[in-house]
């Protein structure tokens, strides 16, 4: 059974500042990565996506994927109080299905 | 462009009373089509996902059931709700051979 592996926080950053959420992930054949903000009360939204080791950069945005540690992470530059949500990491499943992490909340602060 | 709606917004509903929350997309056809809930401060759960019309996956024994009468239609029913089908209740799609979903805007169901 594939896993995937959020702090649920709260992470709290000043605005202005970097911040950063991660996610660790069980099967080591995953090959895509997906990154969803839902903020109070909202659906899910999708913000980023990431197929290959490395950076990918969409914005204040920057998605990071390492498969050799099992790690993808969203960095947020000059973060914004109306980033204030929560981030869900998910990770393909067979049948066109996605698992989702518990997600993390994020609070940017003024 | 897709756009996928989700009816009602809310609910109110007694316990034992019956249930029926409709989803629909537009601007694509043959899509995948998911019933995900979500409690209170949990995680999305996976109810129900669908390939085509008529075919149904279940994820959780409940007292929930889905169908899909048609290409971008898809419903979920209840006979009789519990206290613990309070929740919020997303629709989603893909498509074929992608894996990204795209989420409607959710109902969102309290059981009294």
């Known amino acids: 059974q594939k896993e995937v592996e959020q702090n649920s926080g709260p992470l709290s950053v000043p605005e202005g500042a970097i911040a950063s959420l991660n996610c660790t992930y069980s099967?080591?054949?995953?090959?895509?990565f997906f990154w969803y903000r839902q903020y109070s009360g909202k659906s899910p939204e999708l913000i980023m996506f990431?197929?290959?080791?490395g950076d990918k950069e969409d914005g204040r945005f920057t998605a990071q994927l390492n498969k050799a540690s099992q790690y993808v992470s969203l960095l947020i530059r000059d973060s914004q109080p109306s980033d204030s949500a929560t981030y869900l990491c998910?990770?393909?499943?067979?049948?066109?299905?996605?698992?989702f992490g518990q997600g993390t909340e994020l609070s940017v602060k003024p | 462009s897709q756009t996928i709606h989700q009816w009602p917004a809310t609910l109110v509903q007694p316990v034992g009373s019956p249930l029926s929350l409709e989803c629909t997309v537009e601007?694509?056809?043959?899509?995948?089509l998911y019933w995900y809930r979500q409690a209170a401060g949990r995680g999305l759960q996976l109810l129900f996902y669908s390939v085509g019309i008529g075919q149904i996956s279940s994820e959780v024994p409940q007292n929930l059931s889905a169908s899909r009468p048609q290409d971008r239609q898809f419903i979920l029913s209840s006979k009789k709700l519990l206290l613990s089908d309070s929740g919020f209740y997303l629709c989603?799609?893909?498509?074929?051979?992608?894996?990204?979903?795209?989420f409607g805007p959710g109902t969102r169901l309290t059981v009294t």
């Open positions: 998910a990770v393909p499943n067979q049948g066109g299905k996605l698992i």
């Open positions: 990431i197929y290959s080791n």
């Open positions: 601007g694509t056809s043959n899509p995948n």
């Open positions: 989603a799609w893909s498509l074929w051979g992608q894996d990204e979903h795209y």
């Open positions: 099967d080591r054949g995953s090959q895509s």
